[in-house]
């Protein structure tokens, strides 16, 4: 458990380090949000507590790096883990456009919680002129990066495994 909660902090601060390096130097309508697609990919294939804790996690890393108040990015990331891992046993996320379908809803759910908490409390100015196009520009963007964040996150999760059954030594025995 301790190396998996290690795992995800690791995959976290990488994702967070990468976009704020790279990503958003790049000349697209909106940069690829990694963590969200984490907490989406977490959601959907391990469930609902994993999403939520997660998505709060990767929220709370959103609000540090951004810049933005305290608890706006944790909120809406929170409600969207919740919701990827709630659709956990109705959504087979092999298929080939699963990920990317979760990542417009992720993406989509994302924004209006956190435009309605912006509007709601009035933390801070929001820009609603260009708020559907960046929306459209950022589910677009997400959704073609879905499946590589998904890939990724598998991989991460093989590390945590056991090369051998649980009980090792009944298994060396046996051998």
Known sequence: ???RIALYGLLLTAAAAVEGAW???LPLPAPPDVLLLIVVAAGV???LETGAVLGAAAGYVRDLTS???LGVFTFAYLITGVAAGSVMSVVDFN???APAL???AATTLMYLVGGALVATT????APWVNFLPDLLGAAAINALAARVVDALYCRVEQWDRRPFPAKAIAYRIER
């Open 45 to 47: 294939r391990r469930g």
């Open 122 to 125: 009035g933390l801070t100015s």
């Open 95 to 97: 298929q080939r456009l």
């Open 1 to 3: 458990m301790l190396m």
């Open 102 to 104: 979760m990542a417009i």
């Open 67 to 69: 810049g933005s108040p």
């Open 23 to 25: 990503l958003w130097r």
